[in-house]
């Protein structure tokens, strides 16, 4: 049997992550950017686990490669409705990031080699940095507004680098936010945002917690989930 958690090497997926839940009723799998995540009930031998997964092999292997980052260089941007960045040559020995008519500009030396893993790491990084800048600016103006429009009174916001979730709320009603919001079109972010006040007044996902968040978005809030959980961002 396999323990809580355990990862082993695989061919096609790099690694295979797999988690035990007692509450898992089936076996889960999810291709991610580090590997393939397999959620299963307890007492399931990795062998089993693995045989479970053959069938569908060739579908994930092809999940995979599209879920796989592309290396950066210069054709790389981002052109999210509130998030602009673009890479460009730069005569400076340096990497410098500027802002410029509302895009940020990564400018990378001339001799830059973007097939080694020191530039790409050095590109990822600055990306990053200029995507918590602009959401640490941005992202909690926009929650003071909707707390303020809808009575939903909270405590501090954060910003975060968490993928695996958009946002939470604390019982103490602190919201974390991640900076990824940023690649996310206006309405879905919005729809993030609403979601964490509306866990203000309902911690939980009950009908209550449903039919609040429905009337904080018009009625939309279903088709807004299914589409956030629909959305790929570039980066």
Not at 161 to 188: E, N, Q, V
């Amino acid at each position: 049997m396999i323990s809580k958690k355990q990862i082993i090497s695989d061919k096609d997926f790099g690694k295979i992550h797999f988690v035990v839940r007692r509450s898992a009723r089936n076996i889960t799998m999810r291709v991610k950017e580090d590997g393939l995540h397999v959620t299963t009930p307890p007492y399931r031998s990795i062998t089993a686990l693995l045989e479970a997964i053959a069938p569908f092999r060739e579908r994930l292997r092809n999940v995979c490669s599209e879920v796989k980052p592309k290396p950066f260089d210069l054709n790389f941007s981002i052109e999210a409705e509130c998030f602009r960045l673009k890479l460009e040559t730069s005569p400076l020995k340096n990497f410098t990031v500027s802002m410029r008519d509302e895009t940020v500009v990564i400018a990378c030396p001339a001799h830059a080699d973007f097939t080694t893993e020191r530039v790409q790491t050095l590109v990822k990084n600055a990306v990053m940095r200029a995507m918590r800048k602009k959401a640490e600016e941005y992202l909690p103006p926009l929650v003071q507004y909707w707390s303020s429009l809808f009575d939903l009174p909270y405590n501090k916001v954060t910003i975060s680098k968490a993928r695996s979730r958009w946002g939470s709320c604390s019982s103490k009603r602190d919201i974390s936010l991640s900076f990824y919001l940023m690649l996310l079109p206006a309405h879905l972010m919005d729809y993030v945002i609403l979601h964490e006040l509306a866990h203000t007044r309902e911690m939980n996902h009950g009908p209550k917690f449903w039919e609040l968040l429905n009337q904080l978005t018009d009625g939309k809030a279903l088709a807004l989930r299914k589409e956030l959980r629909m959305h790929r961002p570039v980066f």
